[in-house]
């Protein structure tokens, strides 16, 4: 799914339950670049069983992805749905994993490369902006403040950040490189883990003593 804009009557204020919020790229599956392929898209080893271990703690599992890909007119929407799918049967087939809801941003605005006459322009629902994580609070009744955002990118940390979640940086993907200034910028990550299994342990320990929802 995907859109432009903040729901209207949101309430940061609002409680509900605990997320994590998971990039794409880089944490769920191995960095390749644009996947032009669907068949290329491969789980990061352990992805699979972090997930299941988030799913069988309760935890709202859920997709948040830059995907310019369509605004760069490399393929259409309905590839990135196609990706997703078979990211979902992955994870399903791997260890009986869920995504609980998936979010993506298919826009870009033209300096930054965007061509596609429908997709090239700004967007709230880009990273670092918080459009997808406030959509998702809203629709599904998160607590972004007690939430989890794991990502691989400088957008991602500050993502969090900016919507009030605690963010862990991995080091699949671009991780390594966002950490010693080589990929985007630098960033204060809130937990730097080593991938998505060690992430969703410390994600553990630290809701160990607090109610999920």
Request: hydrophobic share 40%.
């Amino acid at each position: 799914m995907y859109a432009f804009g903040v729901p209207a009557g949101w309430d940061e204020g609002a409680g509900g339950r605990v997320a994590v919020f998971l990039d794409r790229d880089g944490v769920l599956n191995i960095e390749a670049g644009y996947i032009h392929n669907v068949e290329d898209l491969h789980l990061v080893p352990g992805a699979a069983e972090a997930v299941r271990r988030l799913n069988d703690q309760g935890l709202f599992c859920c997709l948040v992805s830059n995907q310019s890909g369509p605004a760069r007119n490399y393929y259409p929407i309905s590839h990135v749905e196609a990706l997703h799918q078979r990211l979902c049967a992955l994870l399903h087939q791997e260890s009986g994993a869920r995504l609980d809801a998936l979010y993506f941003c298919p826009s870009l605005s033209p300096p930054e490369g965007g061509t596609h006459p429908d997709l090239a322009s700004w967007s709230t629902w880009r990273k670092p902006n918080t459009g997808m994580l406030i959509a998702a609070a809203w629709e599904h009744d998160l607590d972004i403040s007690r939430s989890f955002m794991v990502g691989d990118k400088a957008t991602d940390i500050d993502m969090a950040h900016n919507a009030g979640c605690t963010g862990i940086l991995v080091q699949t993907g671009f991780g390594d490189r966002v950490l010693i200034g080589e990929y985007q910028h630098h960033t204060r990550p809130d937990y730097i883990a080593a991938d998505l299994p060690a992430a969703a342990e410390w994600i553990l320990k630290q809701l160990a003593t607090q109610p999920l929802n």
